[in-house]
């Protein structure tokens, strides 16, 4: 029975995972926020680059204020790059922003 329910859930494929699997060249860190930007400031500031799967804004879990960073997830890594090259080291509401490819959790790259 086990093995019969493994075999059913490792066999469910949704696009996120085939998306994410493909690497992290379409998700992309952004540091430096100002503690006031949000995800739909983001969402709508990142959208002129391409499809935006998902948006996050990284908060404290006891304040619920900003810590200052967050993730994009563009559809495509063309979209990703475009926006890396062009937002990288901008002003984005009053505060340069720096941007680079996420890694994933756990890596021995992560800063």
Do not use: W
């Not at 709508?44 to 799967?53: A, W």
Request: hydrophobic share 35%; with cysteine.
């Amino acid at each position: 029975m086990f093995s019969s329910l493994f075999a059913r859930c490792s066999s469910i494929t949704s696009p996120l995972r085939n998306l994410t699997t493909r690497g992290s060249c379409s998700k992309l860190f952004v540091g430096g926020l100002s503690y006031d930007t949000n995800e739909p400031v983001l969402k709508s500031e990142f959208e002129k680059f391409g499809e935006i799967i998902e948006v996050k804004v990284i908060c404290d879990h006891k304040s619920g204020k900003s810590k200052g960073y967050g993730f994009v997830l563009f559809h495509s890594e063309e979209a990703a790059a475009s926006a890396l090259a062009s937002m990288n080291n901008q002003l984005f509401e009053g505060r340069n922003i720096r941007i680079e490819y996420a890694q994933p959790k756990g890596s021995i790259y992560q800063k």
